[in-house]
């Protein structure tokens, strides 16, 4: 947040033949190209509701640094539409005072510090639409349907029932959704303090930051501001000041890790007594419950069943909040591929994933698909006996 910041919009540009990337500070409509031989994509794509980071070939919308940034790893780019800013420095101070509080401090006082620290980014970052909850007399439900947008109805008893309403909507769906339903579904007008510009800066200029550390050799997985690495980093990259990175582990080696997927892993080290410390993240149970056996068996595609004892529950009948006990079933994910242990990025061209080893997890399947549907194509009787 200590870089510069959009401020105003100074202009938006349909045309952007005569502008160039590196005299332009906002936001880009680009179509990108992304040789297929990069095995460490850096620039995100939104592809059928996930974020991806593809090469090949799409359209997407950037922040302008971010897009000089990679330009120099490979990346081109065709400029079609741009909102261009003027730039200012917003958030200095703020993150010198909060961090030195955070630094020189303990308990309450460094938790406070942290969270306005973490807070600043999250507030620009807010949805402008909201959800209102609200308790209604029964007898009151049919103004209600008729005339809001709602989410959901839970009923409390014969009297009362919790609505959730979709509220602050936007004035063209809402427009849209009228002539559809020919209603007069009512929205108020509530502001919400907020600025999208300012939080996709924030989140580009992380990814930034990041590059490098994701090109390391010896990177084996990263999350948004970490790393697990064979190589050594330089010293001048490690320590506690603002932007560097810190070693969690104190010096001690991880002796062997296993990496599923997105806040999917296990890994174990020695201690300083040579006992074996086993570790774990695992999206949906809790830190370090897993061991690394359970890790390996997921690996090998086997599905563990856990058993989580505090799990919330809220009940909008009786508006209370009860605390009980949860089976869950939990395994790997192969939305990312790997062929002997080296990641393989997804290639986009016209709009779909074009990838050798996506059909079925490899090259055989893949292979066999494409003779089936050209044989289909020719609208032939056939037969084909495959061997493996």
């Given at each position: 947040?200590?870089?510069?910041?959009?401020?105003?919009?100074?202009?938006i540009?349909?045309?952007?033949?005569?502008?160039?990337?590196?005299?332009?500070?906002g936001?880009?409509?680009?179509?990108?190209?992304?040789?297929?031989?990069m095995?460490?994509?850096?620039?995100?794509?939104?592809?059928?509701?996930?974020?991806?980071?593809?090469?090949?070939?799409?359209?997407?919308?950037?922040?302008?640094?971010?897009?000089?940034a990679?330009?120099?790893?490979?990346?081109?780019?065709?400029?079609?539409?741009?909102?261009?800013?003027?730039?200012?420095?917003?958030?200095?101070?703020?993150?010198?005072?909060?961090?030195?509080?955070?630094?020189?401090?303990t308990?309450?006082?460094?938790?406070?510090?942290?969270?306005?620290?973490?807070?600043?980014?999250?507030?620009?970052?807010?949805?402008?639409?909201?959800?209102?909850?609200?308790n209604?007399?029964?007898?009151?439900?049919?103004?209600?349907?008729?005339?809001?947008?709602?989410k959901?109805?839970?009923?409390?008893?014969?009297?009362y029932?919790?609505?959730l309403?979709?509220?602050?909507?936007?004035?063209?769906v809402?427009r849209?959704?009228?002539?559809?339903c020919?209603?007069?579904?009512?929205?108020?007008?509530?502001?919400?303090m907020?600025?999208?510009?300012?939080?996709?800066?924030?989140?580009?200029?992380?990814?930034?930051h990041?590059?490098?550390?994701?090109?390391?050799?010896?990177?084996?997985?990263?999350?948004?501001?970490?790393?697990?690495?064979?190589?050594?980093?330089?010293?001048?990259?490690?320590g506690?000041?603002?932007?560097?990175?810190k070693?969690?582990?104190?010096?001690?080696?991880?002796?062997?890790?296993?990496?599923?997927?997105?806040?999917?892993?296990?890994?174990?080290y020695?201690?300083d007594?040579?006992?074996?410390?086993?570790?774990?993240?695992?999206?949906?149970?809790k830190?370090?419950?897993?061991?690394?056996n359970?890790?390996?068996?997921?690996?090998?595609?086997?599905k563990?069943?856990?058993?989580?004892?505090?799990?919330?529950?809220k009940?909008?009948?009786?508006?209370?909040?009860?605390?009980?006990?949860?089976?869950i079933?939990?395994?790997?994910s192969?939305?990312?591929?790997?062929v002997?242990?080296?990641?393989?990025?997804?290639?986009?061209?016209?709009?779909?994933?074009?990838?050798?080893?996506?059909?079925?997890?490899n090259?055989f399947?893949?292979?066999?698909?494409?003779?089936?549907?050209?044989?289909?194509?020719?609208?032939?009787?056939?037969?084909?006996?495959?061997?493996?």
């Amino acid at each position: 947040m200590k870089n510069p910041m959009p401020l105003n919009l100074i202009k938006i540009h349909k045309n952007m033949i005569d502008i160039k990337l590196e005299n332009f500070f906002g936001y880009l409509k680009v179509e990108v190209t992304c040789p297929k031989t990069m095995l460490r994509p850096v620039l995100p794509f939104k592809f059928e509701g996930k974020t991806i980071y593809p090469t090949g070939n799409w359209i997407g919308i950037y922040f302008s640094e971010e897009l000089k940034a990679v330009q120099m790893l490979g990346y081109q780019f065709k400029l079609i539409e741009g909102y261009e800013f003027s730039k200012a420095n917003l958030f200095n101070n703020y993150v010198d005072h909060f961090f030195n509080i955070k630094k020189t401090s303990t308990g309450a006082q460094k938790a406070i510090a942290k969270l306005h620290l973490n807070g600043l980014y999250g507030y620009f970052g807010r949805r402008q639409d909201l959800i209102e909850t609200v308790n209604v007399d029964n007898n009151s439900l049919p103004n209600y349907l008729s005339t809001r947008i709602v989410k959901e109805l839970f009923k409390i008893n014969d009297n009362y029932s919790t609505l959730l309403l979709s509220d602050n909507i936007n004035h063209k769906v809402l427009r849209n959704l009228n002539m559809i339903c020919e209603s007069n579904i009512k929205s108020t007008n509530k502001i919400v303090m907020s600025n999208v510009a300012v939080a996709a800066a924030v989140t580009a200029y992380a990814r930034i930051h990041m590059i490098y550390y994701k090109l390391l050799p010896g990177t084996v997985y990263t999350d948004t501001d970490s790393i697990f690495t064979t190589d050594i980093l330089p010293e001048f990259l490690i320590g506690s000041d603002l932007g560097l990175m810190k070693d969690e582990l104190n010096g001690k080696i991880i002796q062997e890790g296993i990496f599923l997927g997105v806040k999917k892993y296990g890994y174990w080290y020695l201690d300083d007594k040579g006992n074996q410390i086993e570790a774990s993240v695992f999206a949906g149970v809790k830190r370090n419950s897993l061991s690394f056996n359970e890790i390996i068996d997921l690996f090998k595609g086997f599905k563990l069943h856990k058993s989580i004892d505090n799990r919330f529950y809220k009940s909008f009948n009786d508006l209370n909040i009860s605390i009980k006990s949860a089976n869950i079933s939990i395994q790997k994910s192969d939305r990312k591929l790997l062929v002997d242990n080296v990641y393989i990025p997804p290639h986009i061209i016209n709009g779909r994933i074009i990838n050798p080893y996506s059909i079925g997890g490899n090259k055989f399947n893949y292979l066999k698909n494409k003779i089936f549907k050209y044989y289909k194509s020719l609208k032939c009787c056939y037969s084909i006996v495959c061997f493996l």
